[in-house]
């Protein structure tokens, strides 16, 4: 045997007795966050979509027979809402212009444009022009337009400033929520029967104190508004 001493190989430090780097704890620390918070937010994600313009359809444009230019026709030349939907006080349903109401005017102006085809072929066939529509509800949801105007909503309420859409466009979302908050305290959209049919209306300073005032005129009570018969039936 040899009396040479036995080299003894010094201690190791932390880092080379680890197995893995350091930054593999940070990793793992994140993967599993990752598995508690990714659930959470598909959740959330899955809960918010329906409330986003894609689902709801806010600010959609959809494309029409004939592209109405509703800017020109009413903010310009000053065609009011009852002119074309002529049932909007009467009906659930504001009505669509027939065809002989636009060529009361196209039968003298523009009569051969081509953008008027469409209207023109309509009269001469008799059939209706197909036009998209653009505030569109669930069937299973109950709206009558002629209750809210007679109630001083004015139509801006719900349709935007029509009067500056060079094409028609859904301004609003019609969501659930959106209705009920107007149904639990509709005093900030009521105006004077004289308005309802304003464009660009723009509340006064006083229209909380205007409100109330006309919710006692109109004799509207938000007792059971909020009720799901009210819209479900």
């Known amino acids: 045997m040899s009396d040479e001493p036995v080299a003894i190989p010094p201690p190791r430090d932390d880092a080379d007795a680890q197995l893995f780097p350091r930054w593999a704890t940070l990793v793992a620390r ?3 966050v990752s598995l508690v918070l990714l659930p959470l937010a598909g959740l ?4 918010a979509l329906p409330y986003t313009p894609h689902v709801t359809g806010q600010g959609f444009t959809p494309a029409q027979p004939v ?10 030349l000053g065609i009011e809402c009852r002119y074309c939907h002529t049932s909007v006080e009467q009906s659930r349903f504001a009505g669509l ?5 636009c060529m ?8 051969n444009a081509s953008v008027l085809e469409p209207v023109r072929r309509s009269l001469a066939e008799r059939k209706p022009i197909p036009w998209t529509r653009v505030n ?4 299973y949801v109950f709206f009558d337009h002629s209750i809210h105007v007679a109630k001083g909503v004015g139509c801006t309420t719900c349709h935007g400033n029509v009067d500056s859409m060079p094409l028609m466009r859904q301004a609003a979302p019609l969501t659930m929520g959106w209705c009920l908050d107007c149904h639990r305290d509709p005093t900030p959209h009521l105006r004077p029967a004289a308005e309802v049919f304003a464009g660009h ?3 006064p300073e006083d229209q909380e104190k205007r409100g109330a005032a006309l919710m006692r005129h ?3 009570r938000t007792e059971h508004l909020s009720d799901c018969s009210v819209c479900h039936r």
Do not use: K, R
């Open 218 to 220: 109109y004799g509207i």
């Open 97 to 101: 212009p027939p065809t002989h109401t």
């Open 30 to 32: 994140i993967a599993l």
């Open 201 to 203: 209306w723009t509340p």
């Open 67 to 76: 592209p109405f230019n509703h800017e020109h026709h009413v903010g310009e």
């Open 104 to 111: 009361s005017c196209h039968s003298q102006l523009w009569t």
């Open 136 to 139: 569109a509800l669930p069937d």
């Open 44 to 47: 959330g994600l899955l809960m």
